[in-house]
Nanobody
């Protein structure tokens, strides 16, 4: 089992920045990719970004490309999401996820991730 704990959410004005963190514990050696998804009420969980654990290859949703940066610290078993130039539409609950298998075909799909954090609220105000 892998446990994921997110932190760093909060309230920020449009144009501002936030950094989310996700610390993994447990059987972390089984993780091959970690990512971030977000969800607003009434909508499905949407892919934001992901990073492969060994090579550090990153992928982003088009809506956040150029504004968000995902990174990882293997020694700390932690993944980060640096969010800049935040927009009102970035408001959501952000979830950290980890997967034991990885494919360029389905890394954007929530079903391909085995473990999830509890979520952290990010609210962008005008």
């Amino acid at each position: 089992q892998v446990q994921l704990v997110e932190s760093g959410g909060g309230l920020v004005q449009a144009g501002g920045s936030l950094r989310l963190s996700c610390a993994a514990s447990g059987r972390t050696a089984s993780i091959v990719v970690m990512g971030w998804f977000r969800q607003i009420p009434g909508k499905e969980r949407a892919f934001v970004a992901t990073i492969t654990w060994s090579a550090g290859t990153t992928y982003y949703a088009d809506s956040v490309k150029g504004r968000f940066t995902i990174s990882r610290d293997n020694a700390k078993n932690t993944v980060y999401l640096e969010m800049n130039s935040l927009k009102l539409e970035d408001t959501a609950v952000y979830y950290c996820a980890a997967a034991q298998h990885y494919s360029t075909t389905y890394y954007r799909n929530a079903w391909s991730y085995n473990y999830w954090g509890q979520g952290t609220q990010v609210t962008v105000s005008s």
